[in-house]
């Protein structure tokens, strides 16, 4: 049986390759934390976890601190096997804190697949496909702005789906912006809206009804505020455009509270948000379980968080939607070996014992948060 004996920190300044904004936030770079957990048997699971501040709450300071104060001595000597045990010790420890907590999950998966020499998704029951259809990711700007960047994603990654950030304007000059953007991208593939929360109720409805009056929209993600479930459902009744959550879900009682107020047809998911790929897993189970379809999501995050966000794709029985594996192409270096394979706008899923990927240490060096 393996122990663990410790757990390795790596904070990273990773840059993107160019400066991308949504609702409020221009980011230029993002923050994530690499971790590995060590065993006495020499193999070693490797996790991430990828604050975004105006998300989740936490910083990359508060990652590396409270996994290695908290978390690392409750973790050593413990059997990594014993991964529902460990991951509910892990929880109990320490409130919030959902995204230091996700990575040390994805870090144990990635370790039990190596040490029983098999993939993550044999972890959770096998893969329902071996290739996932990938959604591109264009951040608010002018119409010719967010075209350029249509055409850059379609070309360079193949992508099929494009998410449009908006929101930000008055819909008056939202919308025409947004229907000569979907114009302009025609058939070559197909759009949909991340509203981070800005629009209210009503301007919601009218906004989504003048859209799908003249062009296709695939779903609106979070057009409203998180909490108002009553709002979401009053915009879900009133259009035909599917409503997706996202803001409004990080836990697995948010499913339920979302599925008992018919707030919403679409779950997003992260391997990152409910706090890993166990508890992900779950929540897969859970909105099919409540009749709702289910995607993965990001937070934009590098290779290792970004291969969890795969493995927990494979996972769903039905997808119907794209997933947001899009991070790694974003910026300007990835921590792996070998990238992860996107091409024609989907992502292979990585084969090999755990998430399937290998540490590059030297970039981690060249990434460091200083
Ligand atoms: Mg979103």
Redesign the pocket.
Known sequence: MAKITGIEVFPLLAKFKKPFSFSGVTRVSSNNVILKINTDEGVYGVGEACPVPAMSGETNIGICAVIKNYFEPLLKGQDPLDLAILTQKVEKCVGSNVVAKAGINIALYDLAGKLLNVPVYQLLGGKYRSEIPINGSVGLGTAEQMLETCEEQMEVAGCKYLKLYAGKEPIETDIPKLKKIIRGVGDRAQCFL?I?QQWTPKTAIKAIRSLEEDVPLLYV??PTAKWDYEGMRFVRENVVTPIAA??SVFSLSDITNLARNQACDVI?IYALKPGGILRGHQAITMSENLGMDCFI?SYLELGVGTAAGIHLSAAIPKLRYPCYMFGPLKYQYDVLKQDLDIKNGMVKVPEGPGLGIELDMEKLELMKYE
């Open positions: 991340d981070n993600e979070q996202d803001e997003t999501g």
